[in-house]
């Protein structure tokens, strides 16, 4: 029996094509030299990637990656279900003899181990570099925004795209139209009326959509704000309400993959916003990559994957206010009262 886990053959298999981080890749190269079982994982997947040296890396376009997987995910279903077919006919089967019997029998074992060969030895790592490739893909994403941010504000004399947010306002209204700036999300659509950034930047391409999201340049300005919070499943960081300093210093976090507390807002903003913390909320990862961790865009630029939900060097929940415990209540007003308090919402 294998003495590593799922998570640890990822790392192993992203590493070998080249999908780690720097601390991913220190974490991989360390398993390696530390376990005879890794070692020789890692060799034999080297091996097997090898042709792939001699090839001109080429960006796929992002059309052909989703075909070619929903292909792949179709053969694992008719796979399937033909399994099921040769197993349901075998139990219907008149028995005539012992030895039609056995053999029909092996038939459908040679079938199943042949399916079950197939479907373990490709489908997990294609579905790997499925959730590596839209995880790339949110990367290049939040580089994008992160240039309009740098665009808006060599145009507003240094300022950060913001609007003026009353105390107390409510922020969780993402996609509220009124002249009243509460949704959190305003600021980060002053780059998409400012044509700074797509509209479609600010849909990660991990978070699963029941439509294509399309919105036209002609309609941006008759919003002031995103139409609703399919078109953003960012979470924007909210202002501390003693802010002093320019928002965007280097290890400043900016944005994050969507915030496990606000996946689920409530269609009716007439009412109170009123969220009890549990130990879910309080320790799932955001839903646009499976809860494997969140894409983070920092105030220089930079974009880390993050595992848990603090950074490196600091312990500081980025869903969260720095008090929140089990049982607290959000009402969708709360700000920061201290810059060193990272909250993202909603």
Not at 109 to 121: N, R
Not at 147 to 158: A, E, K, L, T, V
């Amino acid at each position: 029996m294998s003495s590593l886990n799922n998570e640890q053959k990822q790392l192993l298999f992203d590493y070998c094509i080249g999908l780690t981080s720097p601390e991913e890749t220190a974490e991989a190269e360390a398993l390696i030299s530390s376990s005879e079982e890794a070692a020789e994982l890692h060799s034999k997947l080297k091996a097997s990637l090898s042709p792939l040296d001699s090839l001109t890396p080429e960006p796929c376009p992002d059309e052909l990656a989703e075909r070619t997987v929903g292909r792949l995910n179709n053969l694992a279903r008719s796979s399937q279900l033909r399994l099921e077919q040769l197993l349901a006919a075998e139990q219907t089967r008149p028995v005539t003899t012992k030895s039609r019997l056995w053999w029909n029998l092996g038939k459908v074992a040679a079938a199943a181990a042949v399916i079950l060969i197939v479907l373990g030895t490709w489908f997990p790592p294609l579905d790997f570099i499925r959730q590596n490739y839209r995880q790339y893909q949110c990367k290049m994403g939040l580089g994008r925004i992160y240039g309009g941010i740098q665009r808006y504000s060599d145009d507003h004399s240094g300022r950060m795209p913001a609007v003026a947010i009353p105390a107390g306002a409510p922020w969780h209204k993402v996609g509220y139209q009124g002249e009243e700036n509460h949704s959190n999300t305003r600021n980060m659509w002053l780059l998409v009326r400012g044509n700074y950034v797509e509209p479609a930047d600010f849909v990660c391409p991990g978070k699963r959509q029941k439509l294509i999201i399309r919105l036209d340049p002609s309609q941006v300005q008759n919003y002031n704000d995103f139409p609703a919070r399919n078109y953003i499943t960012y979470s924007i960081r909210i202002r501390c309400s003693k802010s002093t300093g320019p928002q965007a210093q280097s290890r400043r976090i900016l944005i994050s993959d969507l915030s496990p507390l606000f996946e689920d807002l409530p269609q009716d903003y007439s009412k109170p916003f009123n969220l009890e913390l549990d130990d879910k909320l309080l320790t799932l990862n955001s839903i646009n990559h499976n809860r494997r961790g969140q894409n983070v865009l920092f105030g220089d630029g930079t974009v880390k994957f993050m595992k848990q939900r603090h950074t490196d060097i600091s312990k500081d929940d980025i869903f969260t206010l720095q008090g929140m415990r089990l049982g607290c209540k959000v009402e969708g007003c709360e700000v920061p009262s201290h810059e060193t308090d990272t909250f993202l919402a909603p």
